[in-house]
């Protein structure tokens, strides 16, 4: 049985608390808000994050990250990434030469273009940061539907180690050594699916999302290689995989912030009425500046940027990308 720390009492924080308590590990659940804390201590529901989830009654809530940092053999920081770094120096004096901590957020710095666990790793140098990804909605996870997802570390041990804690009949886990990729995977495909969402409010079909999913991880896939990651990250679970879930899934935030806009809300509009952080807004500038920085053509990045920032129209986004120079496919592979 390990001891376990979570960080962040959202959905995911929840969802992995639950599963990791039926694994017969000691959870600990933190919230830097009091009254959530106090809600889930005395009805051990949170209604507008799990509706219909009940937390088990030995899993501790608390305000106190001192307590929570005792000594746990892994620590999960689940807060949403714009709190990533603020919360990682917050607990950066507590945390034990060594510690495993397994960032499941996903997101780009937009100041920085860090990835979390680069951010992670700046803050609190003395940890063993690690990154777990994949197609993991927390509502499916929480009613323990088959799952699976990847952890990546940064040396083999403690991949196999974490896999094994978090492995169940009904969460698979696969490792990898790619954490760069894994990473890049699961913060851009939250952009793609605020374009995915926005074609689904303009009413477009199936045919469109298909469009949107393919060319979104050759975008993503690109971006990746150019940076340094294995181009078969982006076709395994942590890109391909969530970049399909996150695209057609009503639990998906971003799909579904991206639809109001396509149905003519505003972004703040939109992710007022998600009433939780819509990841890709936040990822969608460091994209784009990714794209510039590495030279990358990212067209679909592009657009979604001019949209949400730019008060262009979803349609005229979406007709900009048809129209745009004819392309090759498959461009490295010769013609007879």
């Not at 694994?23 to 804390?37: F, I, K, Q, R, T």
């Not at 083999?156 to 094994?164: M, R």
């Not at 060319?215 to 896939?221: K, N």
């Not at 181009?231 to 890109?239: A, D, I, K, V, W």
């Amino acid at each position: 049985m390990a001891k376990i720390s979570i960080l962040g009492a959202g959905s995911w924080g929840m969802a992995l608390a639950i599963l990791l308590n039926n694994n017969g590990h000691s959870v600990s659940m933190w919230s830097a808000l009091p009254d959530e804390v106090r809600m889930l201590n005395e009805t051990r529901q949170s209604p507008s994050k799990l509706p219909g989830i009940t937390l088990p009654s030995d899993i501790l809530v608390t305000s106190d990250e001192a307590s929570l940092l005792e000594a746990p053999d892994v620590v999960i920081l689940a807060v949403p990434s714009p709190f990533t770094r603020r919360t990682a120096k917050q607990i950066s004096g507590l945390v034990r030469k060594g510690q495993i901590i397994v960032d499941v957020a996903k997101g780009i710095e937009e100041d920085t273009l860090m990835t979390l666990s680069q951010i992670i790793a700046q803050e609190i140098p003395q940890a063993n940061v690690c990154v777990l990804s994949g197609p993991t909605h927390a509502e499916e996870v929480s009613r323990q539907i088959p799952t699976t997802c990847v952890v990546s570390a940064k040396d083999q041990q403690t991949a196999q180690y974490l896999q094994e804690i978090f492995m169940s009949p009904v969460f698979r886990v696969y490792t990898t050594p790619d954490m760069l990729g894994v990473e890049l995977g699961g913060s851009l495909k939250n952009v793609i699916a605020l374009a995915a969402g926005t074609a689904d409010g303009l009413g477009y079909g199936d045919n469109t999302k298909a469009a949107l999913i393919t060319r979104g991880i050759s975008e993503i896939a690109r971006l990746g290689v150019r940076m340094g990651a294995s181009s078969q990250t982006f076709y395994g679970l942590s890109g391909m995989g969530d970049l399909i879930v996150t695209c057609a899934s009503v639990h998906s935030r971003n799909r579904k912030a991206g639809f109001l806009m396509g149905q003519g809300k505003s972004m703040q509009e939109a992710m007022d009425e998600v009433q939780m952080v819509v990841e890709g807004v936040y990822s969608a500038k460091a994209a784009r500046q990714l794209a510039e920085k590495y030279e990358v053509e990212m067209p679909i990045v592009e657009e979604i940027n001019r949209v949400l920032f730019e008060g262009k129209s979803a349609a005229e986004a979406v007709r900009d990308l048809m129209i745009r120079d004819r392309k090759v496919e498959t461009p490295m592979l010769p013609w007879e």
